[in-house]
Every structure is written in structure tokens, then in C-alpha cells.
């Protein structure tokens, strides 16, 4: 049976010619600092986002919990959108291990924080109140459904942050989806942020990793705060390798699944039954409502998956995400699938 996974774009596979870096990649102990191929990606890592310094980290959300570790104390506060992957989807990590609480507030149907809203939670100076420290935002936003956040978005957020004080974090972890979607420069999105995580290990195609980004004496303490939860690898080099492929070569080719989702997510919602905001398919991932009289949205996905087009059902929503490994022709496909399964419960 033809497989079409759309489950996530971190299910692809590692390129043929990231398969032959990790054979030939020169390794050493990266705890120690002298993995010449870690250090390569990290400083490449750096650069790339416009920040002084980078860390390697196992995944997303070591990241952002290392960058809570660094930024806050236990009993502080941190600002986020609701229904991000930070106050939703860490496990209670930022609960249990850096001992904060969050204060989550709801973004508009682009995925965007509004600046006034920002301020307006912020805590006054009262012994009865958390500490305001921080604000973290997703670009590009998930649950919004994969939504791209402009620099003039950033700066007005960065302008209530340095006002009173507070550290801007990026959770970017499909920030180079945003880039290419807006046709500008990853910097551009990342300037006004104090620091950035993003992912390779998404639509970059990477087995393995998040890189973590900042100033270098931020860098310094969090690399103190990875070893503290487990996360210092040795010969990482190997998983370093491919990184690097992910940011020469994985880059440009982010728009070919930008392309692939909107065709996928305009063919699904010509379909009865379907309802899918298209505004919001801006890059590599869709959202979609489904009912029929004899069909719900957990009973689509779970006939699909028999039939070999994989995706989720997230609550009443339903997810697909394209990747590296998804190309147009298992578009049509998916496409003509689902027709079918819709076709046969009317």
C-alpha cells in the first residue's frame, strides 16, 4: 500500500547526502567543546539567525526550557499565546523544572500576540505578584496553522519588552518556513529577539536537533543548564552533520512544501464536509474541520490511515503537514483518497 505520511514534518527520513556526512564526519567529545563538526554547526547556527553564539540541543523543547532556566527564577512569569506549544505542550517542564508560572493570552486568527494585550499583563512591582520576565512567541504559529509572523509583528512585541524590561524569546521553530514564506531574510525576523531556538529537525529534514541562539554569555550558562538536564552529548558530531546540510541545502526548498500544502488544502476544501480557513495556510501545515451525517473528523483520519494517507486528529481539528519527503504527485494522490473516503460515507 502507497504510504503518504503527513502526520508531521518531523517524519522525514535523512537525505541520502546527510546519510554519507554522518559516515564521514569528524567527531570528538562535544562536552568538552572540541567536536570540530558540532562547533561548525553551532557557529554556522549563529550567524544564520544574526546572534553571537548557539547551542545544540536534543529537541524544541529543551530549548525553550533551557532558555526559561537561563532567563527566569522559580516563582517568575512568563507571557505567551495560549495555545502554544510553549504553555501547552512541554509537559509542565517549565512547571516542574524551572518552577515558573505562565500567563497565557490569546492571539488573533493570524497567530499574533497583540502588543497592548502584552502590556497590559504585565505584573506591577507588588510583593503579592509573580515577576514578569519574559515573552515568548511561536514563528511561524502552529495552532494558528502554520502562520507567518512579520519583523514589524516582532518589533512591536520587542518594543513593550524593552520598555519594561522583560527578555523576547522566539520559539522559531519553523522560522525558516516564515522566512521563505515572506521572501526575506531569517535575520530580519530574529533582530529584535533577545534569543531564538528553531528546529532541524522539522522542515529541515535532520534526524535529530534544535539549535538555541543568543548572546555568548547566555550561550555560556545554557550550555551549564543542557548538561543539568542530561542533554550533553559526545560524539554529536555525527547528528552535527547533518545540521549543516539542513542549513546550506534544506533552506530554498521549503517553498516547494508551501506549495504542496496549499494545493493539498484547496483540493480538500473543494470536498463536502471539509471547512479550512485557506488565509491561514501560509506555509507547510493545514488545519481542517470535518463532518458529515456519517463521518467525523477521528473517523476521516482513522479511514485514511487504512488507506495509507496518514494525519492527526488534534482534539476537533485534524492536521497534515508537508515535508521533504511529500512531493505533488503524492499530493494528487492523498487528494484523490480522501476523495474517495468522503465519496463513500455521503
Known amino acids: 500500500m502507497r504510504i503518504v505520511d503527513l502526520r508531521s514534518d518531523t517524519v522525514t527520513k535523512p537525505t541520502p547526502k546527510m546519510r554519507e556526512a554522518m559516515r564521514n564526519a569528524i567527531v570528538d567529545d562535544d562536552v568538552f567543546g572540541t567536536c570540530p563538526t558540532m562547533n561548525r554547526l553551532e557557529e554556522m547556527a549563529a ?33 505567551c499565546d495560549k495555545s502554544s506549544h510553549f504553555n501547552v505542550n512541554m509537559t509542565g517542564g517549565t512547571a516542574a523544572l524551572a518552577g515558573i508560572t505562565t500567563c497565557p493570552l490569546a492571539v488573533d486568527a493570524q497567530g499574533r500576540l497583540n502588543p497592548a494585550d502584552v502590556e497590559a499583563a504585565i505584573k506591577a512591582d507588588d510583593c503579592h505578584l509573580a515577576k514578569t520576565r519574559m515573552v515568548v512567541f511561536e514563528n511561524t504559529n502552529n495552532a494558528a496553522g502554520g502562520t507567518v509572523i512579520t519583523p514589524q509583528d516582532t518589533a512591536a512585541l520587542a518594543a513593550v519588552c524593552r520598555k519594561h524590561g522583560l527578555v523576547l524569546h522566539m520559539d522559531g521553530a519553523r522560522v525558516f518556513n516564515s522566512a521563505v514564506a515572506q521572501g526575506i531574510d531569517v535575520k530580519r525576523l530574529t533582530a529584535d529577539c533577545s534569543t531564538v531556538m528553531f ?33 550533553g552529548m559526545r560524539q554529536a558530531g555525527v547528528l552535527a552533520a547533518c545540521g549543516i546540510i539542513s542549513l546550506t541545502d534544506m533552506i530554498d526548498r ?59 486528529a488534534l482534539g476537533p481539528r485534524g492536521r497534515m503537514c508537508t515535508h521533504n519527503d511529500v512531493n505533488s ?14 465519496r463513500e460515507a455521503r
Not at 471539509?274 to 482513522?302: D, G, M, R
Open 199 to 231: 528546529c532541524i529537525s522539522k522542515g529541515l529534514g535532520s534526524p535529530v536537533g534544535s539549535l538555541l541562539t543568543g548572546p555568548k554569555e547566555f550561550i555560556r550558562e545554557a550550555r551549564r543548564k543542557r548538561k543539568m538536564l542530561g542533554g
Open 47 to 79: 550567524e544564520k539567525v544574526g546572534k553571537e553564539a548557539a547551542l545544540f540541543v536534543a529537541s524544541g523543547v529543551m530549548g525553550n526550557l533551557i532558555a526559561t532556566l537561563v532567563h527566569t527564577r522559580p516563582g517568575d512569569e512568563v507571557i
Open 254 to 312: 521549503l517553498a516547494d512544501d508551501h506549495r504542496n500544502a496549499r494545493t493539498l488544502a484547496e483540493g480538500m476544501a473543494a470536498l463536502p464536509g471539509f471547512k479550512i480557513n485557506l488565509q491561514t495556510v501560509q506555509t507547510n501545515i493545514i488545519y481542517f474541520e470535518f463532518s458529515l451525517p456519517k463521518l467525523t473528523c477521528h473517523q476521516l483520519v482513522a479511514r485514511l490511515r487504512d488507506r495509507g494517507v496518514l494525519c492527526l
Open 329 to 342: 504527485d503524492d499530493i494528487s494522490h492523498a487528494l484523490a483518497v480522501i476523495a474517495d473516503v468522503v
